[in-house]
């Protein structure tokens, strides 16, 4: 584990300001703190001195002497990102820039009824650090976003990828890699990128809505992630809203993923080219995955038929959205997850229905917006777990791991 999470309260909250803004100067990271100038001053300089922190040139004059931008130097720190869905894995290393030093590898790993999940993510982790070249003690830790319902506390899925032991799989992958684990759900991590690198940052009162496989919901409630009590708020593809007995993954009939999600839309697109009716696409790969990527792509291209299906499920997924709105008033509602590749097909259909089922007054100040960073945010959010962890702000969220002590310097 690097020495940076061994390090003084002040050097960890610079350290994760200036992960977050890029570059800033001593008097910007004064007021971002609250600390004095002279004492951030000197512990740049001495974050200066031990390679952490290098100055970057000189910030825009306003009248007076330019100020000296700092920056993190960059290959120095690095963090294991990990981005998990249901059919996926991307795994990347960034160092402290943001800069990906090991490019973001996809591969696939079902998680659903797959006993030998976390054989092969343990696999997969220890690849990438061994392909990397980086030594153990240069790296921060390792953040990990996936589906199910996720005991951030106590490092929990209760949804896939089990031990065979007593152990937590947090805990088992923090003994395993002898380094910090930090476990998010998949949407909270998204809505986590989105708020740090996103069209959310800046925004106080977010819905980041993942759509994917299924349909998710991050929130960023007075400007912080929003998980509920135990961890599980957020499970919009669950909310009981359609009108059929399809029984869903989670055992219940009606959840919006059994009619509104890229998985439903592939599995519609394939029964129409059964009937001869997508006859003019070719769908050379009949997976789910390959399918929905298709559709999207045909649909990007101007295709009325591919349109028409990821519009039917943009309009229920603006359905359920008005509930939202009702209930939380959000400033922004940013579409996100890997649908966001068409998020300007998406938009039309998703502001019909807020339009229909939502009360005027409730819509008035509620921007829609779709994600710039698409699934990248995802990755994004995954290692923002890690630096995130270096806050006293976040030490609720962290104190039960085995890192505590390590975090809270």
């Not at 030093?101 to 696939?108: M, P």
């Not at 152990?167 to 923090?174: C, K, N, T």
């Not at 007054?361 to 777990?385: F, H, K």
Request: overall charge neutral; hydrophobic content about 45%; proline content about 2%.
């Amino acid at each position: 584990m690097h020495r940076v999470a061994t390090y003084s309260k002040l050097k960890r909250n610079i350290f994760e300001k200036l992960y977050y803004e890029k570059e800033l100067t001593c008097s910007d990271l004064s007021a971002l703190l609250g600390k004095s100038i002279p004492l951030v001053a000197r512990t740049l300089a001495e974050l200066t001195q031990e390679g952490i922190v290098v100055p970057r040139g000189h910030a825009d004059s306003t009248g007076g002497r330019k100020a000296l931008l700092y920056q993190l130097k960059s290959q120095t720190v690095y963090i294991l990102s990990v981005a998990m869905d249901q059919l996926y894995t991307t795994i990347s290393v960034m160092d402290a820039g943001r800069n990906e030093v090991v490019y973001s590898k996809q591969v696939d790993l079902k998680l659903l009824g797959n006993n030998e999940a976390l054989a092969a993510l343990v696999a997969l982790i220890t690849a990438t650090l061994e392909d990397s070249g980086i030594r153990h003690d240069q790296l921060l830790g390792i953040g990990l976003g996936m589906p199910g319902f996720i005991n951030i506390k106590k490092g929990v899925n209760q949804s896939y990828v089990f031990t065979n032991s007593s152990l937590s799989l947090r805990d088992y992958l923090q003994q395993t890699f002898n380094m910090p684990v930090f476990i998010d759900n998949d949407s909270s991590t998204i809505a986590l990128g989105e708020a740090a690198f996103g069209r959310a940052k800046g925004k106080t009162d977010v819905m980041v809505i993942n759509i994917s496989w299924g349909v998710g919901l991050g929130m960023i409630m007075n400007g912080r992630p929003f998980r509920g009590h135990a961890g599980y708020a957020g499970e919009l593809s669950h909310i009981p809203i359609a009108d059929n007995d399809i029984i869903c993954e989670c055992g219940k009939r009606g959840c919006l993923e059994t009619e509104a999600s890229l998985r439903v839309v592939a599995l519609k697109a394939l029964e129409l080219a059964d009937k001869g009716k997508l006859g003019h696409l070719k769908l050379t790969d009949r997976s789910i995955e390959a399918t929905a990527y298709a559709v999207m792509e045909f649909a990007a291209q101007g295709d009325q038929l591919c349109i028409e299906l990821l519009s039917d499920m943009a309009y229920k997924i603006g359905k359920a959205l008005a509930i939202l709105v009702h209930i939380i008033n959000p400033e922004l509602v940013l579409l996100s997850g890997r649908a966001s590749a068409v998020g300007k097909l998406l938009m039309a259909p998703v502001q019909q229905a807020l339009n229909t089922y939502s009360i005027p007054r409730l819509m008035e100040g509620v921007e829609l917006d779709y994600s710039t960073l698409q699934y990248n945010a995802y990755s994004m959010g995954a290692a923002a777990l890690v630096v995130n962890s270096l806050s006293a702000a976040n030490a609720d969220a962290i104190k039960e791991t085995d890192t505590a002590a390590a975090v809270s310097g």
